[in-house]
């Protein structure tokens, strides 16, 4: 079966810190992937994607994911993070239909 | 400026009430969706309609209802049959399903028990 997983359900890191958060699929083949963004309250927002191609794709916001075919994995990256990144972050994986990872919280400390 | 609109934001529902969120959709997208999202977990598919006069039950459809008559439009009805109705709804929409574009999200409805 499809899944999607994200290990850490928060993460804490200070502001200007670099930061990953890890998310690993599950499906036969190469799916389309996706980092979405969701502050308290709001939808989600589309941070990045990648269907095929170059591995390391970049996003909005200065965030960019590598994908990693050996690993299942499509890591979420930012070399310096700033408080208004505080938010959940949802990885996504599309085969037939969408499927989210559980999400992780970002906290952000000044 | 394009994009998906819900309505409304918060909403309160008696036992025993049916109500409806509203999710309209300018985009002109073929494909729409609506989601739950429960605190601290992810998303779930409620129902998702692919074309207008179609739809699909999703993961979680019992006690939910839809119509999709526009297609820039795909209300949800959160009928009696569901029990535990409290939760953050998000409709979405896309270019197809499937395809290789994303999905674009609303700003959700909360909707609470009173």
């Known amino acids: 079966a499809q899944s999607v997983t994200q290990p850490d359900i928060h993460i804490t890191v200070s502001e200007g810190a670099s930061l990953e958060l890890r998310c690993n699929y599950s499906?036969?083949?190469?799916?389309?992937l996706f980092w979405y963004v969701q502050s308290p309250g709001q939808g989600l927002q589309l941070l990045l994607k990648?269907?095929?191609?170059?591995?390391l794709v970049q996003g909005i916001k200065g965030f960019e994911a590598e994908f990693k075919r050996s690993q299942s994995s499509f890591n979420l990256r930012k070399p310096s993070v700033h408080w208004s990144d505080a938010a959940e972050y949802f990885c996504?994986?599309?085969?037939?239909?969408?499927?989210f990872g559980g999400g992780t919280r970002l906290m952000v400390k000044p | 400026d394009g994009g998906i609109t819900q309505s409304p934001k918060y909403l309160f529902r008696k036992e025993g009430q049916n109500v409806t969120l509203s999710c309209e959709q300018n985009?002109?997208?073929?494909?729409m969706y609506w989601y739950r999202q429960d605190p601290g977990q992810g998303l779930r598919l409620i129902y998702y309609?692919?074309?207008?006069?179609?739809?699909q039950k999703g993961d979680i459809a019992e006690g939910y209802s839809v119509s999709r008559e526009k297609k820039e439009s795909f209300p949800l009805t959160v009928t009696s049959a569901q029990k535990n109705p409290t939760a953050f709804y998000l409709c979405?929409?896309?270019?197809?399903?499937?395809?290789?574009?994303?999905?674009?999200f609303g700003d959700g409805t909360r909707l609470s028990i009173l």
């Open positions: 979405a929409s896309s270019a197809g399903q499937g395809s290789n574009q994303p999905q674009h």
């Open positions: 499906y036969g083949a190469t799916p389309y």
């Open positions: 990648y269907f095929s191609g170059d591995t």
């Open positions: 996504a994986m599309e085969s037939h239909m969408l499927t």
């Open positions: 985009l002109n997208h073929d494909a």
């Open positions: 309609s692919q074309i207008v006069n179609d739809f």
